[in-house]
Structure formats: C-alpha cells, structure tokens
C-alpha cells in the first residue's frame, strides 16, 4: 500500500501522515519546504523512515507538479491513497509565476493538476481513494464562474479561502462521477478549527478574530482524525464522493451538491490548466 500527501509539513498533515506511517509502505511526502521534510523525516522511527521519500512540490508551480509525477512514478508502480491536505488563506491576493491567484491555485488548481496526473497510477491500485481536505468555510462560498481569479479587484482572502474549499467538494464529486466505475472512491472532509499555522499569512479582521478562537480550538491530532479515519477504513461504497466531518458523512452546502458548479469547476480548471495536462 502506498500514500501520497501533500502539506504534510505542518498542521493537520503532519498529524495526519505520521498516524498513518504504519498502514503503507511507501511514504510520499509531497512539500514545498526541504527543510521541513527533512525534519519530519528524522522525525521517524528508523524502520518508518526508510519507506519515506521527499518529492518536492509547489502547488503554486504548475511545472513543479508536472516534475513531481516522474518522481513518484520511479517509487511506486501503483498509488492507494491521495490526501490533498495542503492549502491556506492569504490576506492579500498574490498572483503565482503561472498567473493564477494563489489561493485557488494552492487549494484547488495544484490538487486538480496533481491528481489529473496521478490517475494512471491510483487506477492501478484495488480501491485507490482520493482525500480532498475541504472545510466548513465552503458554506459562506461566493463563486463566480467568469471571474474565479478576482481580477475585477474583488478580492476577499475569506472569500476567495470559502470559494477554494468549495471546489475542493466539488472536485470531489466530480472524480466520483469520472472514475468511481474504475474502481475509485473520493471524500472530503473538514477536520475541524484546528490550532495549527493556518491563517498566520493573514491580518486585520479575521487574524483578529482567528486569534480569539484560539481557545477553543482542537489541536492537530483532533483536526487529523477524520482524514486518518478515511484513509484507513474501507468506507461503505454508498458514501462515495461524500463530505465528512467528525469521521461521519455529513451534508455540505446546496452550491456543494450542484452538478452544474460540478461541471462548471471542471471545464474551467481543464481550461486554465491545459498546458499542463
Ligand atoms: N486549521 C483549521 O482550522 C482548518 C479548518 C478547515 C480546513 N483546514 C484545511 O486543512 C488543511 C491543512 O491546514 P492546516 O490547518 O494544517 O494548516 P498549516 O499548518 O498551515 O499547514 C498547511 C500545509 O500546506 C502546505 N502548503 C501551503 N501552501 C503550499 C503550496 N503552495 N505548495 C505545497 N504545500 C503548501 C504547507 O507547507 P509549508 O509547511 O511549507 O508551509 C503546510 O504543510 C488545509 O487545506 C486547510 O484549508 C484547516
């Protein structure tokens, strides 16, 4: 069995990876941050550790992403499970070398590029499963379709953050409709208000009222839980394409459920992404 994560440096991630080190023998740590995989592969027990590899990956660099997929091909000849766990809110709206904004291109484009790539490989697995960590932020979501990169200077990090948690269940489905009768299951999930170094790139209001939300926030072994749930459990077919929260399937927002969004999501990520593809 083989895992691939991404954001696993941090957070929920590392929480999440390092639950599962155990379940798989193949650890890909897909990160930005040498240094930090570094780290967290010294972290390991020596036996865990040598099943793991650092495959670097910028899901604000389209090219990166494509690179990544060569690498993970040479390690495994099949791939189980894909946790698309890395994403964040930045206060101000930032354009990525490949012209897209930096919050949809880190939450949704890279794990749209990425797991495009890593099709082949999942569909080689008994029951390969995709993980999309999505959030209950989805339900303030606000998309507009013809202009999903807030060029017409609309830009709110809260906003754009609910709109690319949105996709995240609406890519979800999307798999399930394309793939699940090749075998594939997809779920997405919200672990939770976790104190982790979420909303740290922020300031101004929400950092303010992030910060005081910080007493009741659960850690990052809590926020993990329902990822590491999915990804271990065998997880009753009729679920498939589900939103989790507390490990248990739970209904997402009206916009989260429209086959037309669906649709629109796809075409326009194909769209933006077609050199890459
Ligand atoms: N914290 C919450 O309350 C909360 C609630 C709902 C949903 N979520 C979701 O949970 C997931 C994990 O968040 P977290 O709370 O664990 O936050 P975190 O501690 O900030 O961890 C985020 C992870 O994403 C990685 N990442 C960010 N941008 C990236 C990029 N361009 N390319 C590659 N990796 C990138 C970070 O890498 P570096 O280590 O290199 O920075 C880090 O490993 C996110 O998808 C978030 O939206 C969080």
């Known amino acids: 069995m083989n895992l691939a994560i991404t954001g696993p440096t941090s957070g929920i991630g ?9 379940d798989f023998d193949k650890l890909l740590i897909l990160a930005r941050n040498l240094d930090k995989a570094k780290d967290l592969i010294q972290s390991l027990d ?12 910028d899901l604000a660099d389209m090219n990166s992403i494509v690179k990544s997929i060569a690498l993970i091909e040479k390690e495994v000849e099949h791939l189980d499970v894909l946790i698309n766990n ?4 930045f206060q101000n709206k930032e354009i990525t070398k490949d012209g897209f904004e930096l919050t949809f291109s880190a939450n949704h484009l890279g794990h749209f590029l990425l797991t495009h790539h890593l099709i082949p490989l999942l ?3 008994k029951s390969p499963k995709v993980i999309n960590v999505s959030s209950e932020a989805h339900r303030a979501a606000k998309p507009n379709f013809n202009d999903v990169q807030y060029e017409n200077g609309n830009y709110s990090s809260f906003n754009a953050y609910a709109n690319a948690k949105l996709f995240n269940i609406l890519f979800t489905k999307s798999l399930v409709d394309r793939y699940s009768s090749k ?16 909303g740290m790139e922020t300031s101004g209001v929400f950092k303010f009222l992030w910060k005081l939300a910080t007493p009741f926030m659960v850690t990052p072994k809590e926020g993990a839980k329902t990822s590491i749930y999915l990804a271990k ?12 929260k507390n490990s248990k399937p739970n209904t997402p927002s009206t916009t989260a459920r429209s086959k037309k ?17």
């Open 14 to 22: 590392a929480e999440t990876f390092k639950a599962l080190t155990k």
């Open 46 to 57: 020596s036996n865990i550790r040598t099943k793991a590899v650092f495959v670097p990956l």
């Open 86 to 89: 890395a994403g964040g809110i």
């Open 123 to 125: 569909l080689k697995s």
């Open 183 to 198: 075998g594939l299951s997809s779920f997405a999930l919200h672990p939770g208000v976790v104190k982790s170094n979420f």
């Open 233 to 244: 459990n065998k997880i009753d077919k009729s679920y498939n394409g589900y939103y989790f």
């Open 261 to 277: 969004m669906q649709e629109r999501l796809w075409q326009e990520s194909e769209r933006l992404l077609n050199k890459w593809l």
